[in-house]
């Protein structure tokens, strides 16, 4: 949707422990991570109230994959309400409205209704909201990642977790400065082209194959399991799983790099990669109206940057 962007403001967060002095109840994530209040029943004069709490995301992005695309990932699986917000006029109105100015920015809005009964002399429904606006790519993606769970279990299954999505950041970042955005770093000209070309092969031959070797060898000293950490069963996933699925999805997007991910070739990868994609929320956004027209984008954009 056109972004609407909400104003941020800012207060003390209420704990779970100074929560439950008011009977609140917490939902619990698939891991056991709080993911916000649900409801709880408070009094300050004698009368019971009603206070419901409810969390709400909202991502500011262009409408291609780009750096959004993992922060889209996590939120999708989270099971909390969001969305996805598109600028409508990025350098007159909603740039000045960022703190630095650049996307993505993460806005992620806590709102409490309080309901008092009818029969209390002061009768009423009240509800106030809270907005944490929160800038570039990388800490969205770490935010997200401690919110829901996706950090390990100790700090070495966050450090572990933590190296596996830098490097896999790192390529792609390689990928879109010295490919994608040679000819605006170049200053475009003559050979141009040529460059472009060059640092393609150069990618190809290459970086990618070194971050593939390096990224099989740990994923199979895993087991090939799907998983950078731990054995784990089910669809437990981590920070840098889903970072590299959907980097592996986008590198696939590359013609000349796609000869060099499958099941037979880079069986470690292709694990976390079927492992997202079986996740059923996860396959769900995938299969939305609003991915598929973030997808066509993005190949309409890769297909013009790639000139």
Not at 141 to 154: A, H, I, N, P, S
Request: charged residues 20%; glycine residues 6%; contains cysteine.
């Amino acid at each position: 949707m056109t972004a609407v962007l909400p104003a941020p403001t800012f207060s003390p967060r209420t704990t779970p422990e100074a929560a439950q002095a008011c009977g609140t109840t917490w939902k619990k994530g698939r891991q056991g991570r709080d993911q916000g209040p649900s409801k709880s029943s408070c009094s300050s004069d004698g009368v019971e109230e009603e206070v419901k709490f409810e969390v709400r995301f909202q991502l500011l992005y262009l409408k291609v994959h780009g750096l959004a695309a993992t922060a889209r990932a996590i939120l999708a699986i989270s099971g909390l309400p969001w969305e996805s917000i598109y600028p409508s006029d990025w350098a007159n109105v909603e740039k000045a409205q960022t703190p630095f100015g650049t996307m993505p920015v993460l806005y992620e809005t806590h709102t409490t209704t309080t309901t008092r009964p009818a029969a209390a002399a002061s009768a009423a429904t009240t509800t106030r909201s809270t907005t944490l606006q929160i800038p570039e790519s990388e800490v969205i993606e770490q935010y997200l990642g401690r919110k829901f769970g996706l950090v390990g279990q100790d700090p070495w299954e966050e450090v572990a977790i933590l190296s596996f999505y830098a490097s896999t950041k790192n390529v792609m970042q390689t990928y879109v400065s010295k490919v994608l955005m040679s000819n605006h770093t170049s200053g475009g000209g003559s050979g141009a082209a040529e460059a472009k070309a060059l640092e393609l092969r150069w990618f190809v031959e290459r970086d990618l194959p070194a971050w593939i070797t390096l990224h099989e060898r740990w994923l199979a000293e895993n087991g090939t399991n799907g998983h950078y950490v731990g054995d784990q069963v089910g669809l437990r996933l981590s920070l840098a799983d889903v970072r590299t699925a959907v980097s592996v999805e986008r590198y696939m997007m590359i013609p000349e790099a796609q000869d060099l991910f499958s099941a037979d070739l880079t069986p470690g990868l292709w694990a976390v990669k079927q492992k997202l994609d079986s996740h059923e929320r996860y396959a769900a956004w995938k299969a939305s109206e609003e991915y598929a027209a973030i997808d066509a984008w993005s190949k309409h954009r890769q297909t013009v940057l790639s000139k």
